[in-house]
Protein backbone atom coordinates (compact mmCIF):
# COMPACT_ATOMS: atom_id res chain seq x y z
CA UNK A 1 0.00 0.00 0.00
CA UNK A 2 1.57 3.48 -1.28
CA UNK A 3 1.86 6.40 1.18
CA UNK A 4 -0.84 7.82 -0.55
CA UNK A 5 -3.24 5.04 0.02
CA UNK A 6 -2.19 4.58 3.45
CA UNK A 7 -3.38 8.47 4.29
CA UNK A 8 -7.00 7.39 2.54
CA UNK A 9 -7.30 4.22 4.92
CA UNK A 10 -10.80 4.62 7.47
CA UNK A 11 -10.82 2.71 10.74
CA UNK A 12 -13.82 1.98 11.70
CA UNK A 13 -14.78 2.36 15.51
CA UNK A 14 -17.90 0.53 17.01
CA UNK A 15 -18.66 1.73 21.07
CA UNK A 16 -20.13 -1.16 22.26
CA UNK A 17 -22.56 -1.93 25.59
CA UNK A 18 -24.31 -5.17 25.62
CA UNK A 19 -25.11 -5.61 21.89
CA UNK A 20 -24.73 -8.90 20.98
CA UNK A 21 -27.97 -9.13 19.09
CA UNK A 22 -26.66 -6.96 16.59
CA UNK A 23 -22.97 -6.16 17.03
CA UNK A 24 -22.37 -9.26 14.47
CA UNK A 25 -24.43 -7.90 11.32
CA UNK A 26 -23.06 -4.02 12.13
CA UNK A 27 -19.59 -5.22 12.49
CA UNK A 28 -20.43 -7.51 8.97
CA UNK A 29 -21.64 -4.20 6.95
CA UNK A 30 -18.55 -1.76 8.27
CA UNK A 31 -16.19 -4.38 6.73
CA UNK A 32 -17.46 -3.88 3.63
CA UNK A 33 -17.65 -0.18 3.17
CA UNK A 34 -14.90 1.27 0.73
CA UNK A 35 -11.54 2.49 2.22
CA UNK A 36 -12.00 0.83 5.37
CA UNK A 37 -9.27 -1.49 6.76
CA UNK A 38 -10.04 -2.88 9.78
CA UNK A 39 -13.20 -2.91 12.44
CA UNK A 40 -12.28 -2.20 15.72
CA UNK A 41 -15.32 -2.59 18.57
CA UNK A 42 -14.43 -1.63 21.92
CA UNK A 43 -16.34 -4.00 24.75
CA UNK A 44 -17.83 -0.97 27.06
CA UNK A 45 -17.84 -3.61 30.16
CA UNK A 46 -20.78 -5.89 28.40
CA UNK A 47 -22.07 -8.69 30.58
CA UNK A 48 -23.08 -10.28 27.04
CA UNK A 49 -21.84 -11.64 24.38
CA UNK A 50 -20.99 -8.84 22.36
CA UNK A 51 -16.95 -8.96 22.43
CA UNK A 52 -17.01 -12.51 21.26
CA UNK A 53 -19.58 -12.01 18.47
CA UNK A 54 -17.78 -8.93 17.34
CA UNK A 55 -14.26 -11.28 17.29
CA UNK A 56 -16.42 -14.21 15.10
CA UNK A 57 -17.15 -11.34 12.03
CA UNK A 58 -13.41 -9.94 12.28
CA UNK A 59 -13.56 -7.35 14.51
CA UNK A 60 -10.58 -6.08 16.64
CA UNK A 61 -11.72 -6.04 20.15
CA UNK A 62 -10.42 -3.73 22.62
CA UNK A 63 -12.25 -4.86 25.82
CA UNK A 64 -12.90 -2.75 29.16
CA UNK A 65 -12.68 -4.06 32.03
CA UNK A 66 -15.90 -2.08 33.49
CA UNK A 67 -18.68 0.66 31.24
CA UNK A 68 -17.11 3.91 31.25
CA UNK A 69 -19.36 5.71 28.90
CA UNK A 70 -19.31 6.45 25.21
CA UNK A 71 -16.50 8.93 25.53
CA UNK A 72 -14.27 6.72 27.17
CA UNK A 73 -14.93 3.91 24.40
CA UNK A 74 -14.72 6.06 21.61
CA UNK A 75 -11.14 7.56 22.78
CA UNK A 76 -10.15 4.03 23.01
CA UNK A 77 -11.10 3.46 20.08
CA UNK A 78 -9.25 6.09 18.46
CA UNK A 79 -6.17 4.79 20.72
CA UNK A 80 -6.43 1.04 19.23
CA UNK A 81 -7.14 2.52 15.26
CA UNK A 82 -4.18 1.88 12.72
CA UNK A 83 -5.31 4.53 10.00
CA UNK A 84 -5.64 8.17 9.69
CA UNK A 85 -9.40 8.44 8.86
CA UNK A 86 -11.86 7.57 11.67
CA UNK A 87 -15.50 6.24 11.23
CA UNK A 88 -17.43 5.79 14.30
CA UNK A 89 -20.42 3.93 14.05
CA UNK A 90 -23.42 3.48 16.84
CA UNK A 91 -23.21 -0.58 17.55
CA UNK A 92 -27.24 -1.05 16.89
CA UNK A 93 -27.09 0.04 13.35
CA UNK A 94 -27.16 -3.79 11.58
CA UNK A 95 -27.09 -4.20 8.30
CA UNK A 96 -27.93 -0.18 7.94
CA UNK A 97 -24.19 0.07 8.97
CA UNK A 98 -23.46 -0.31 4.47
CA UNK A 99 -25.67 3.70 4.37
CA UNK A 100 -22.17 5.15 6.24
CA UNK A 101 -20.38 4.30 2.74
CA UNK A 102 -21.45 7.95 1.67
CA UNK A 103 -20.01 9.57 4.71
CA UNK A 104 -16.33 8.21 3.69
CA UNK A 105 -15.38 9.86 0.05
CA UNK A 106 -16.19 14.11 1.43
CA UNK A 107 -13.15 13.38 3.77
CA UNK A 108 -11.34 11.33 1.78
CA UNK A 109 -11.28 13.72 -1.07
CA UNK A 110 -10.89 16.62 1.41
CA UNK A 111 -13.96 18.41 0.90
CA UNK A 112 -15.25 18.10 4.55
CA UNK A 113 -12.82 17.01 7.75
CA UNK A 114 -15.88 15.38 9.65
CA UNK A 115 -19.25 14.42 7.78
CA UNK A 116 -22.08 13.45 10.36
CA UNK A 117 -24.83 11.11 9.36
CA UNK A 118 -28.80 12.50 9.23
CA UNK A 119 -31.39 9.87 9.83
CA UNK A 120 -34.78 10.21 7.79
CA UNK A 121 -37.57 11.30 9.44
CA UNK A 122 -40.31 8.15 9.99
CA UNK A 123 -43.77 9.53 10.06
CA UNK A 124 -45.38 8.17 13.44
CA UNK A 125 -42.19 6.69 14.70
CA UNK A 126 -40.24 9.15 17.27
CA UNK A 127 -37.79 8.33 19.58
CA UNK A 128 -38.94 10.82 22.15
CA UNK A 129 -35.84 13.37 22.33
CA UNK A 130 -37.06 16.00 21.05
CA UNK A 131 -35.85 17.89 23.45
CA UNK A 132 -32.66 16.84 23.78
CA UNK A 133 -31.94 17.50 20.29
CA UNK A 134 -33.34 21.07 20.60
CA UNK A 135 -31.18 21.79 23.40
CA UNK A 136 -27.91 20.37 21.55
CA UNK A 137 -28.88 22.25 18.20
CA UNK A 138 -29.56 25.50 20.16
CA UNK A 139 -26.28 25.01 21.85
CA UNK A 140 -24.47 24.32 18.95
CA UNK A 141 -25.51 27.38 16.49
CA UNK A 142 -25.58 29.84 19.56
CA UNK A 143 -21.41 28.86 19.94
CA UNK A 144 -20.55 28.34 16.51
CA UNK A 145 -22.75 29.91 14.78
CA UNK A 146 -23.97 27.01 12.95
CA UNK A 147 -27.04 25.25 12.71
CA UNK A 148 -26.97 21.48 12.82
CA UNK A 149 -29.52 19.26 11.78
CA UNK A 150 -28.29 16.13 13.19
CA UNK A 151 -25.74 17.69 16.37
CA UNK A 152 -26.10 14.11 18.36
CA UNK A 153 -25.61 11.62 15.41
CA UNK A 154 -22.60 8.93 16.64
CA UNK A 155 -22.50 7.56 12.63
CA UNK A 156 -19.14 10.32 11.23
CA UNK A 157 -16.52 10.06 9.20
CA UNK A 158 -13.68 12.85 10.68
CA UNK A 159 -9.82 12.74 10.59
CA UNK A 160 -7.87 12.09 13.65
CA UNK A 161 -6.86 15.67 14.22
CA UNK A 162 -10.55 16.61 14.53
CA UNK A 163 -10.86 13.96 17.44
CA UNK A 164 -7.53 15.51 18.88
CA UNK A 165 -8.88 18.97 19.29
CA UNK A 166 -11.54 17.73 21.08
CA UNK A 167 -9.99 15.46 23.60
CA UNK A 168 -10.87 15.05 26.17
CA UNK A 169 -14.23 14.08 25.09
CA UNK A 170 -17.05 15.20 26.92
CA UNK A 171 -18.47 12.73 28.73
CA UNK A 172 -21.58 10.58 29.03
CA UNK A 173 -24.38 11.54 26.35
CA UNK A 174 -22.46 14.99 25.65
CA UNK A 175 -19.62 13.45 23.78
CA UNK A 176 -21.28 14.38 20.14
CA UNK A 177 -22.57 18.02 21.12
CA UNK A 178 -18.92 18.63 22.07
CA UNK A 179 -16.99 17.53 19.50
CA UNK A 180 -19.37 19.56 17.00
CA UNK A 181 -18.66 22.54 18.81
CA UNK A 182 -14.90 22.10 19.19
CA UNK A 183 -14.77 21.02 15.45
CA UNK A 184 -16.29 23.68 14.31
CA UNK A 185 -14.87 26.29 16.61
CA UNK A 186 -11.75 25.11 15.36
CA UNK A 187 -12.03 25.66 11.83
CA UNK A 188 -12.65 22.36 10.31
CA UNK A 189 -15.01 21.77 7.76
CA UNK A 190 -18.10 20.08 8.98
CA UNK A 191 -20.57 18.32 6.55
CA UNK A 192 -24.06 16.69 6.87
CA UNK A 193 -25.08 13.72 5.27
CA UNK A 194 -28.76 12.11 4.33
CA UNK A 195 -28.69 8.55 4.97
CA UNK A 196 -31.31 5.78 5.15
CA UNK A 197 -29.66 4.47 8.78
CA UNK A 198 -31.91 3.61 11.16
CA UNK A 199 -31.14 2.05 14.76
CA UNK A 200 -32.79 0.91 17.67
CA UNK A 201 -35.64 3.60 19.04
CA UNK A 202 -35.80 4.50 22.58
CA UNK A 203 -39.46 3.78 23.70
CA UNK A 204 -41.39 5.98 26.29
CA UNK A 205 -41.86 3.55 29.47
CA UNK A 206 -39.92 4.71 32.92
CA UNK A 207 -36.70 3.77 31.59
CA UNK A 208 -36.90 5.22 27.84
CA UNK A 209 -37.31 8.81 30.31
CA UNK A 210 -34.66 8.51 32.50
CA UNK A 211 -32.50 7.51 29.86
CA UNK A 212 -33.04 10.69 28.18
CA UNK A 213 -32.87 12.76 31.62
CA UNK A 214 -29.47 11.85 31.46
CA UNK A 215 -28.62 12.88 28.16
CA UNK A 216 -30.39 15.87 28.87
CA UNK A 217 -27.96 16.48 32.04
CA UNK A 218 -24.91 15.53 29.90
CA UNK A 219 -25.67 17.48 26.89
CA UNK A 220 -26.30 20.41 29.21
CA UNK A 221 -23.00 19.84 30.89
CA UNK A 222 -21.24 19.88 27.35
CA UNK A 223 -22.91 22.88 26.41
CA UNK A 224 -21.78 24.43 29.61
CA UNK A 225 -18.38 23.46 30.12
CA UNK A 226 -17.76 24.65 25.87
CA UNK A 227 -19.47 28.04 27.08
CA UNK A 228 -16.63 28.74 29.67
CA UNK A 229 -13.49 27.24 28.03
CA UNK A 230 -11.74 29.43 25.63
CA UNK A 231 -11.75 27.76 22.02
CA UNK A 232 -9.23 25.57 20.44
CA UNK A 233 -7.46 25.94 17.10
CA UNK A 234 -5.81 23.24 14.94
CA UNK A 235 -2.84 23.73 13.45
CA UNK A 236 -2.04 26.48 11.04
CA UNK A 237 -5.62 28.11 11.51
CA UNK A 238 -7.30 30.46 13.84
CA UNK A 239 -10.99 31.50 12.63
CA UNK A 240 -14.07 29.14 11.67
CA UNK A 241 -14.40 30.53 8.50
CA UNK A 242 -13.86 27.47 6.61
CA UNK A 243 -16.49 25.20 8.47
CA UNK A 244 -19.85 24.76 6.21
Known amino acids: MSA ?17 DRIASTVTAA ?14 GSSDATGDAAARMGARVVSLTRNRGKARAMEAGAEAAAFPLLLFLDADLGDTAREAAVLIPPVQAGEADMT ?6 IPGRGGGMGLV ?10 LTGRRLDA ?5 RCLRRGVLETARPLASGFGVETALDIDALRAGWVVREILTRMDHRVT ?3 LRARLHRARQLRDVAR ?17 SVSRAS
Open 4 to 20: ADQDLSVSVIIPAYNEA
Open 222 to 238: ALLSRLLHRPRTRPGHS
Open 133 to 142: VRLSRWGVQR
Open 116 to 121: IAVFPT
Open 31 to 44: HQLPGVREVVVVDD
Open 203 to 205: GND
Open 151 to 155: PLSGQ
